[in-house]
């Protein structure tokens, strides 16, 4: 008999406070997603409210939600990856754009903040949003490798990320950043961003960028190299299926 193709691992997330809106659609395996439903929060037609806020006096000059179907700055289709996010924060697309990519996500998102204010609220619970995705996605947890430890170089940067899909929650993060902002994200998000990935994710997680003296290059080779480890940790092991990688019997 020949061997059975293991199911496609994927979710989707909404999670909606008072300060955000967010949708997720992950599949850790890649492969087609299929657009984002409408809903309230993200209407077909934007309703007068919403379009209001997403203009929305800010200093970040938020543009319009695109639609699904547009090119941004952010999205990529390939034979084997579906990626479009857009949370109204470049920066912070950019680097979940190179997350998705190197980690083989296909990756569709979309988040309506209170980017009026700052840019706190949009990038947590973004993270916390795309952690319980891909805590969702991962399901029991049996027969994976579960540890995952990648390097990543960005010209004069370089990052080292180890995971354990431990379902402990942990984060240490070392960033050595220079700089109050990348472009409008505040690189005090980038540590606080992963450590709500990490908890809503249920794993533990280090990230140390060993050197480098472009914030830019030492933010985007800290997320490859998470990709890495992730994509490491998240491989499904021949002969262990079924099978819980702890001494204890469980994670």
Do not use: Y
């Amino acid at each position: 008999m020949p061997p059975t193709t293991p199911p496609v691992r994927t979710a989707f997330i909404e999670r909606n406070t008072k300060e955000t809106k967010i949708q997720v659609s992950l599949s850790l395996d890649g492969g087609a997603l299929d657009l984002l439903p409408s809903s309230t929060h993200f209407p077909s037609t934007p309703s007068s409210s919403t379009s209001s806020l997403a203009h929305a006096a800010s200093p970040l000059s938020l543009p319009p939600i695109p639609e699904q179907t547009d090119e941004t700055h952010a999205s990529q289709t390939s034979p084997s990856q579906q990626i479009w996010i857009w949370t109204g924060i470049g920066f912070l697309d950019h680097m979940l754009h190179a997350l998705a990519k190197h980690a083989g996500w296909s990756l569709r998102l979309r988040s309506r903040g209170d980017l009026a204010i700052d840019d706190h609220h949009t990038t947590e619970d973004t993270f916390l949003a795309l952690g319980a995705a891909f805590s969702t996605a991962l399901g029991a947890r049996t027969g994976l490798a579960r540890f995952g430890t990648a390097h990543a170089p960005l010209d004069e940067a370089l990052a080292r990320a180890v995971i354990d899909l431990s379902n402990r929650p942990f984060f240490v993060g070392v960033f050595g950043f220079q700089t109050e902002r990348i472009g409008a994200l505040s690189t005090q998000m980038v540590h606080h961003g992963l450590q709500s990935w990490s908890q809503a994710g249920g794993v533990t997680l280090h990230v140390d960028v060993l050197r480098g003296e472009n914030d830019h290059h030492r933010a985007e080779s800290a997320f490859k190299a998470l990709a890495g480890a992730v994509r490491e940790a998240c491989r499904r092991v021949e002969g262990r299926e079924g099978e819980v990688v702890s001494t204890k019997g469980v994670l």
